[in-house]
């Protein structure tokens, strides 16, 4: 029989390997994104030095003026660390691998997953097998993903147990359900999934289980200069999530952002579960690690100086209705939907794809792609969204 000071010894332990596993996922995923945004911009691209071609690389100092240009760095050497992150990690390497420093030099750099050097050790195939998942729940149709009750508390995006093996097995993605059992235990160990009030490890049973990673949530490369485990809620039904201003105690702090660079600070107050006077644009917030409190709800305050009515919208002389093109880059549109008949833009990625074309911070959505979602709420029309084409077009009314 294991003492108390014994079994605080292995949570601890458990706690610390999944804030570990937890860092390296999200170093993957940022990883992953900035590759996709490079080959986008033609910054990854086949090169010729000294008679020789070196295909799908970039160049060192190229890359350190695209991300200040892009805002992901603030000078030369915050550039230099970020990526020396990604060379450390064995994401980059060196065409010839002769550096193991990242230098501000005309050097060439390639990301592993471009030439198949890719260390695919046990913890990466998780975390892949993980994300494919992920992306397979989101974007097919299936009543997995649920809003549902667990200990008097309720969770958005909740799965059960016993259902999601089912579904490994029917998709293929395991062969037995022991074999399913061992990849939900390890999914979780790994950070990519939680039991609802981390009580519990997973079991093929009853319980209720959420996603704790939102592969889709647009990654800022800053965030790799951070060694703390993620703090910040995932919000899994928005294309751009919002980011957590500090991480003190009492009151959480959000920013909404409009493409001017106004940044407004968005108070939501912490509750300990859901009741009759939350509204729809909820959050949920998890904690970082295992084992520490229960999810709590954190209700932001809507950015809109007051409700207004589909009639209202409708009214002429009172507002304007343009239409927004947004092409979603690798990793989103890079606003966020909230609200409900109608719903609003609650906040705008300064740098990302909404903000270039003309999208603002209290917008009411009128139309997504041709479908009228007036009387529809920031759900919904945040599915539309997810689930349609990488280009949206968007109706919406602003003030005259």
């Not at 520490?292 to 709800?297: A, G, M």
């Not at 911070?361 to 349609?388: E, K, M, P």
Request: glycine share 6%; aromatic share 6%; charged share 30%.
């Amino acid at each position: 029989m294991l003492l108390e000071g014994e079994m605080d010894c292995i949570g601890n332990t458990m706690q610390k390997k999944a804030a570990e596993l937890e860092r390296l996922a999200e170093v993957l995923v940022t990883g992953e994104q900035l590759r996709l945004r490079l080959h986008e911009a033609k910054v990854i691209k086949d090169r010729r030095h000294h008679l020789r071609t070196y295909p799908n690389c970039f160049v060192a100092k190229e890359l350190i003026d695209w991300l200040i240009e892009h805002k992901e760095a603030s000078d030369r050497d915050t550039a230099i660390k970020i990526i020396q992150k990604l060379l450390d990690k064995s994401i980059i390497h060196h065409v010839c691998d002769e550096h193991r420093e990242f230098k501000d030099l005309k050097l060439f750099y390639r990301f592993r997953k471009d030439d198949g050097t890719f260390p695919l050790d046990s913890e990466a195939k998780v975390f892949m097998r993980g994300q494919r998942i992920y992306e397979k729940l989101m974007n097919t149709e299936n009543t997995l993903l649920q809003t549902r009750e667990e200990e008097n508390g309720t969770f958005e995006r909740a799965l059960v147990a016993t259902e999601f093996i089912d579904w490994l097995l029917q998709e293929g993605e395991m062969a037995t359900r022991e074999e399913a059992g061992q990849l939900g235990r390890r999914l979780l160990e790994h950070g990519i999934i939680q039991h609802v009030t981390y009580e519990h490890h997973f079991v093929d049973g009853p319980l209720l289980y959420q996603f704790r990673m939102n592969f889709r949530r647009r990654r800022r490369l800053i965030e790799l200069l951070h060694e703390r485990s993620r703090s910040i809620p995932e919000s899994h039904d928005s294309p751009f999530c919002l980011r957590k201003q500090n991480s003190d105690g009492g009151n959480t702090s959000f920013l909404s952002v409009s493409p001017t660079k106004e940044i407004k600070v968005v108070v939501g107050v912490r509750r300990s579960s859901m009741s009759s006077s939350c509204s729809s644009s909820g959050y949920y917030s998890s904690s970082p690690t295992l084992g520490s409190s229960p999810p709590v709800l954190c209700n932001p305050k809507s950015v809109l100086k007051r409700q207004v009515s589909p009639e209202e919208l409708q009214t002429p002389g009172l507002f304007v209705k343009k239409t927004v093109t947004v092409v979603g880059d690798a990793v989103g549109w890079g606003f966020v939907v909230r609200g409900s008949k109608p719903c609003h833009i609650q906040a705008v990625d300064p740098g990302g794809p909404a903000a270039a074309a003309g999208m603002k911070v209290r917008h009411f959505v009128v139309s997504v792609n041709g479908r009228n979602v007036l009387s529809q709420d920031y759900r919904t029309v945040s599915s539309l969204i997810l689930t349609g084409p990488r280009t949206i077009v968007m109706e919406v009314m602003e003030e005259a």
